[in-house]
């Protein structure tokens, strides 16, 4: 079976040679010069790119200037001028444009899957890896796949620089680079709230909240992000009928105990379950899911990588990610703890960048902070930290004295350190009405 189509290829070039730059950049997002599988028309492309790079403004695509651009890369193209123009001047209506770009997208993953395959087959049969340790590496090799990554791909800054100050202009929320926590507080610390393609660890002692202010903070982002691609949760602690009662116990006010005694839940109660649950959970136009649930107990590194390779193909992305929690994740026995959890944490900061998603790894703190007497806690003080506190990019650790909480950012790579002082409601597991804070730059 072939997988490429020149009618499809000719017709997404078509109906950006004639709408101009505007329209190209459309679809440079969804499309760059690999996907393409004849030759010309991927120089075509790539040639519509330096155009674009060369004249920054919104304008009609000069023929001349393409042709001249494609003659630089080889003289096989010096008898493409009236190919480049006739394609101009064909009209390609917008929502057929979108099939095509659908169509070459497609083409190209299963050229590029039909690759990985091989490689994968030459791997299986020439290693000397475990099995477990080849299912690993066989699922990163799929995840690079899927999200079109190359480790030997470079960009140019000006590009990576034109892309990111117009993600800033048009504002989109679906692109957005700042997620909001929901504690007014934390966000002004933050500058805004959780950046994308970044590990965040969220630490505390047992009991303490860890879990509560992970899906705080996620079921925020579902609330003030609309569009944005289905969160995940791997819990390896609780099941998922106990992570959702804690999440309508935020919705509620009421403990998971009040909730099952139906004499304790009001009309106002029910009303304000089903408001939010509305909210947060119910499906998009798409028919996408908006938060995903796993609790599988024995979860590791290999097994969350696939699941979530198979939700961005299915869907189309990933929203956000959390892990509840970290030192729960199966290790080699054979490997000392620290060095076992420190290949996990660069495992998940490798997620957070495949995927462009964040990812809210939870962590237990060892007991030394219970003996700090009052003293702020430490990235030190997560427990066999190995090099979590390296991988991290923001670590907020969570102290308590019954329902006042303060939430410490020890490490923010993108700012501002310094605490938060917030209340936490433990019936509700819900952290809200922020007292007080003070932070400092470093």
């Known amino acids: 079976m072939k997988f490429y189509d020149a009618n499809a290829e000719k017709a997404i070039l078509s109906y950006v040679l004639h709408e101009g730059t505007k329209a190209f950049c459309k679809y440079r997002a969804k499309l760059s010069v690999s996907d393409f599988y004849y030759e010309v028309c991927a120089a075509l492309w790539d040639s519509c790119n330096q155009f674009v790079i060369e004249h920054q403004t919104e304008s009609e695509f000069d023929i001349v200037s393409l042709y001249n651009l494609m003659k630089q890369k080889s003289e096989d193209y010096v008898s493409s001028l009236k190919d480049i123009a006739e394609l ?39 290693s000397n890896d475990t099995s477990e340790q080849l299912k690993a590496k066989l699922c990163q090799m799929l995840v690079s796949t899927n999200n079109d990554s190359n480790v030997l791909n470079c960009e140019d800054a000006l590009e990576v620089a034109i892309r990111f100050i117009k993600s800033l202009r048009d504002h989109d929320d ?64 609780m099941n998922n009928e106990q992570v959702i009662q804690r999440i309508l116990s935020s919705f509620c006010g009421l403990s998971g105990t009040e909730m099952t005694q139906n004499s304790r839940m009001l009309g106002s109660h029910w009303h ?119 991988d991290a990019d923001l670590i907020i650790l969570i102290t308590r004295e019954k329902s006042e909480a303060t939430l410490h950012v020890v490490k923010n790579r993108n700012g501002a350190t310094g605490s938060v002082e917030c209340n936490f409601n433990g019936n509700a597991c819900l952290f809200s009405n922020e007292k007080q804070y003070d932070y400092e730059y470093l």
Do not use: W
């Open 88 to 126: 101009k001047e064909s009209k390609i209506i917008g929502t057929a444009a979108d099939e095509y770009a659908s169509l070459i997208k497609e083409n190209s993953r299963k050229r590029q899957l039909q690759t990985t395959l091989s490689s994968m087959q030459n791997m299986v049969e020439e």
């Open 272 to 390: 304000e379950i089903i408001a939010h649950s509305t909210e947060c959970f119910s499906h998009k136009d798409d028919n996408a899911p908006r938060l995903l649930m796993c609790d599988k107990s024995n979860l590791s590194l290999s097994d969350m990588s696939s699941m979530l390779s198979d939700i961005n193909q299915r869907y189309g992305g990933v929203g956000a990610v959390m892990l509840d929690y970290l030192q729960l994740m199966p290790t080699d026995v054979r490997i000392p703890k620290a060095i076992a959890l420190g290949e996990i944490s660069r495992g998940l900061k490798e997620i957070a960048r495949s995927f462009h998603a964040p990812v809210f790894a939870l962590c237990q703190l060892n007991r030394e902070v219970e003996n700090s007497k009052g003293g702020a806690p430490k990235a030190s003080n997560i427990k066999d930290s190995g090099s979590i506190e390296q």
């Open 174 to 237: 679906e692109k957005s680079l700042i997620f909001p926590t929901g504690i007014n507080r934390l966000d002004v610390l933050l500058e805004g709230g959780i950046r994308n393609d970044t590990l965040n660890i969220i630490g505390a002692r047992p009991g303490i909240g860890k879990s509560a202010l992970g899906s705080n903070i996620l079921i925020n982002l579902l609330k003030t992000m609309p569009t944005l691609k289905p969160c995940v949760i791997f819990s390896l602690e």
